[in-house]
């Protein structure tokens, strides 16, 4: 009985995840550091999409009702996952009002829909420029965001 393991078949190939590594005295450029948030990105979507799926995590408890002579659709605190894998944060309970005139023709089925949007919070001037009117501004940061749509 022989007991050593022999390989029968054997491949190799790369991955899409590409992780950053520095070293002392290395000049870093923007892709450089941009790579530490995509890695970073690239990974969680992968974990999320492969432990949850896409689809609620948790709450965004959908309630719909008359109040006040007006029908509203209520839609809980919670947390979702994008196809992607990214993230869809509903902080507070969202309230959207279905008949704003109080003439609700409502005999369609109604689906509510939750969209990840972002959107640009700190934009900064990227580079000096030789008058003041070419100055052209970058996004530091992105600011994740949420849609909700009622549609028929």
């Known amino acids: 009985m022989n007991?050593?393991?022999t390989t029968i078949a054997s491949k190799k190939d790369t991955s899409t995840l590409v992780r950053a590594v520095?070293?002392?005295?290395?000049?870093?450029?923007?892709d450089d550091l941009e790579q530490l948030n995509t890695y970073t990105r690239d990974l969680s979507r992968l974990l999320f999409r492969s432990f949850f799926g896409c689809g609620v995590v948790c709450g965004l408890?959908?309630?719909a009702g008359p109040e006040?002579?007006?029908?509203?659709?209520?839609?809980k605190?919670?947390?979702?996952l994008d196809c992607s894998g990214d993230p869809i944060y509903v902080p507070r309970?969202?309230?959207l009002v279905l008949d704003e005139n109080c003439s609700p023709d409502l005999t369609d089925p109604l689906w509510v829909v939750l969209c990840r949007t972002q959107k640009c919070c700190a934009p900064?001037?990227?580079m000096c420029s030789c008058d003041d009117d070419g100055a052209s501004?970058?996004?530091?940061r992105e600011r994740d965001c949420f849609e909700i749509r009622v549609v028929s």
């Open 3 to 5: 007991k050593t393991k």
């Open 22 to 30: 520095f070293g002392p005295g290395m000049l870093l450029q923007h």
């Open 61 to 63: 408890v959908v309630t």
């Open 68 to 75: 006040c002579g007006k029908i509203y659709v209520t839609v």
């Open 77 to 80: 605190a919670g947390l979702a």
């Open 93 to 95: 309970d969202e309230r």
């Open 124 to 126: 900064r001037t990227s």
């Open 137 to 140: 501004s970058e996004c530091t």
